[in-house]
């Protein structure tokens, strides 16, 4: 299937690591003029390389701290000045502190509130007039399946994540008129190194080992075990692609089954 994405200008957050990392390389290998972001200059170059090593095509690179709005601002800008326009934004951000309600005092609420809520209006409100400009355009807001089924223990993913959805819905509507078509895509069990972060505290807490909380994760998963983060990019590529021309507004979860919510 033709993606439509050859020439197209993407930019991708968090995209040093991980699910970042992984969806910029899948925009790279459809020939898209790519954009990518991240706190770290120095792991964004690497992803950069390996990037350009498999694709051929060399990321432009701009270090972006999601937490503060002036980076953002800078960021998106400087990208669409630099390839004539915005057609694609993934939304991406770190997760936040890990703990129940009783752990968190304001500070860390308003943290989370900065880092995944605020950071994805900040983008979207950059990008919009370069899209609308346009008539057209994609953005895809990668959250977690905690917008369906609360996680123990990450009560500010659950409530921050949720309202990235909300937003999702309401943009859906609002934009349509302007050829924007916005989408939530959800990871659950992806092996990244958030993953065996919370694998590696579960353990320490219970004093058990990592294998055992990893083994025991994966018989709550119908397939049986954790996905890859190349296996979710496919579906984020897709979302936000000029293929997908009638899907707006929905949440869709890449989690093997796991997630049980009708």
């Given amino acids: 299937m033709d993606l439509m994405l050859s020439g197209k200008s993407v930019f991708v957050a968090a995209a040093s690591k991980g699910l970042g990392k992984a969806v910029a390389l899948q925009y790279a290998r459809e020939g898209a003029r790519l954009t990518i972001a991240s706190r770290s200059l120095e792991r964004l170059a690497q992803a950069r390389d390996e990037i350009k090593a498999e ?17 953002i601002r800078n960021a998106i800008r400087t990208a669409a000045a630099a390839s004539d326009g915005l057609d694609v ?131 709550q998963i119908p397939l049986g075990r954790m996905g890859t983060p190349e296996e979710f990019a496919r579906h984020v590529v897709f979302y936000g692609s000029f293929a997908n021309t009638y899907v707006t507004g929905q949440s869709l979860l890449v989690d093997g089954g796991m997630v049980k919510s009708i």
């Avoid at 694709?55 to 980076?71: I, K, P, R, W, Y």
């Avoid at 939530?184 to 069990?189: F, I």
């Fill in 55 to 71: 694709t051929g095509v060399e990321a432009a690179l701009l270090q972006m701290d999601a937490s503060a709005g002036e980076d």
């Fill in 89 to 219: 934004l993934i939304t991406n951000a770190g997760g936040p502190k890990g703990g129940f309600f009783s752990d968190m005092a304001d500070e860390d609420w308003l943290g989370g509130f900065e880092l995944n809520l605020l950071s994805t209006i900040r983008m979207i409100r950059e990008a919009l007039p370069f899209m609308k400009t346009a008539g057209e355009g994609r953005i895809v807001n990668l959250t977690s399946t905690s917008i369906k089924q609360p996680i123990d223990g990450l009560i500010l993913s659950n409530v921050f994540r949720s309202g990235v959805n909300a937003l999702t819905k309401s943009l859906a509507t609002e934009l349509a008129k302007d050829g924007i078509l916005v989408n939530t895509v959800a990871p659950g069990r992806i092996g990244t190194d958030r993953i065996a972060e919370l694998d590696g505290k579960r353990a320490l807490e219970q004093g058990r080992a990592v294998e055992d909380i990893q083994a025991e994760a994966a018989k």
